[in-house]
């Protein structure tokens, strides 16, 4: 940790626009925009300068393991490695992570791996995955595509939770599973299972980030007005409330609500579904919002950074088709479906050649954020290939 300020001077020239003149908040543009009103960003988590020295600091291995599923040997993390979860044990920052082989269906098959770390940059990957496909119950949602993208917090008694995108070659399902210690992991299914008799069950849905605390380097959720919230999605941001963190209940539309923007995709599939933050037309999130780590519960609010994607012809015109950025919004602590502010610039976006070239071109993902020894480190998956770490003092 004492060579940060220096590796902080190499990288500040990469990451300028996160801190140049401070982003105006978003106002009306079209009728994807929010009404926000604010003369500050000071609420926001700014700047957040990449680590370039170092990055990327985890990349495709050659670890292999045997397949519970086909029996066979496969290079489990030897295709790409990206989007990770990141928890802080011990004094050890954990990232657990997706990798993916060239074997299963439709581009790989997707298993989550840990790695840990003692200065929150270099990491010691363990040698076998931690959460798979297998042959349970929940093998029809993960197989052949298998468990991608996870975000970790804890309860208060210090149980972990993950939620999961499981694939299945065509449907992306959010599941969930815990852990006592992050190595050991048992799965229960999907978190929508029972709510309103099932029907979110077969619906499109991953991306779920638990409202939390960030304090002394745990993500604990945290009950908001009684409920534990969570928002999720991946074109639309939606939001959903549970008693125990494993069964959630997405929140629908009160009777005459309307959606803020026109539905499209799968967005389509669930009409009833409140829409918490939406695109917005001419910015660099007018085609995709996706929620990124647990969102952080604060005095201010509930701040969620989260991943977006510009596509034309009314996207961000400086940024090439399909580029994902990053962004914040902060919601309202006693309503967490009513936005606050929201950031009208991206603060990060793809620039060094591993994150323009690789499985997906010019992508920052983020998903894993790490409040450890007075510095917030953001883990973010690059071209979805690579794993990345960005800083903030």
């Not at 170092?54 to 993390?77: A, M, R, S």
């Not at 009208?344 to 020894?373: R, S, W």
Request: charged share 20%.
């Amino acid at each position: 940790m004492k060579k940060l300020p220096f590796l902080l001077l190499t990288a500040l020239s990469i990451c300028l626009y996160a801190c140049k003149s401070s982003p105006n908040e978003a106002t009306n543009a079209g009728t994807d925009s929010t009404n926000t009103t604010s003369d500050s960003t000071s609420w926001a988590l700014l700047p957040f300068v990449k680590i370039d020295s170092v990055n990327p600091i985890l990349q495709p291995g050659n670890n292999t393991f045997v397949d519970p599923i086909t029996n066979k040997k496969t290079g489990w993390g030897a295709k790409n490695v990206f989007n990770p979860a990141i928890a802080v044990r011990n004094d050890t920052v954990f990232m657990l992570y997706r990798a993916q082989d060239s074997i299963g269906k439709p581009t790989g098959t997707s298993r989550i791996g840990l790695a840990a770390s003692t200065d929150a940059i270099h990491f010691t990957r363990y040698p076998t995955p931690v959460l798979y496909p297998q042959n349970d119950a929940y093998k029809k949602w993960e197989w052949q595509g298998g468990c991608e993208d996870p975000r970790v917090v804890q309860d208060s008694a210090g149980m972990y939770y993950m939620t999961y995108t499981a694939y299945d070659g065509t449907t992306a399902r959010l599941l969930i599973a815990t852990s006592p210690d992050l190595l050991h992991w048992t799965k229960h299914g999907s978190v929508f299972a029972k709510a309103y008799r099932g029907k979110y069950v077969d619906k499109w849905s991953k991306s779920g980030s638990i409202v939390s605390t960030y304090q002394n380097g745990k993500i604990t959720a945290t009950r908001i007005n009684g409920k534990y919230w969570m928002y999720w999605g991946d074109l639309f941001i939606w939001a959903a409330t549970s008693d125990n963190l494993i069964d959630w209940t997405p929140v629908e539309m009160q009777p005459g609500q309307q959606p803020p923007v026109a539905l499209k995709g799968v967005a389509e599939k669930v009409p009833n579904l409140q829409i918490v933050v939406p695109t917005r037309k001419g910015m660099f999130d007018n085609d995709l919002v996706e929620s990124g780590p647990p969102a952080m519960l604060t005095d201010q609010g509930i701040l969620l950074l989260y991943n977006s994607r510009s596509m034309p012809p009314d996207g961000d015109s400086t940024l090439k088709e399909g580029t994902y950025t990053t962004g914040q919004v902060l919601l309202d602590k006693n309503d967490p479906t009513k936005i606050l502010h929201r950031l009208d610039h991206y603060f990060m976006k793809p620039e060094k050649d591993y994150e323009l070239t690789g499985e997906v071109n010019n992508v920052c993902f983020i998903e894993g954020l790490a409040q450890f020894h007075n510095h917030y480190y953001l883990y973010y998956g690059t071209a979805d290939s690579k794993i990345a770490v960005a800083v903030k003092e």
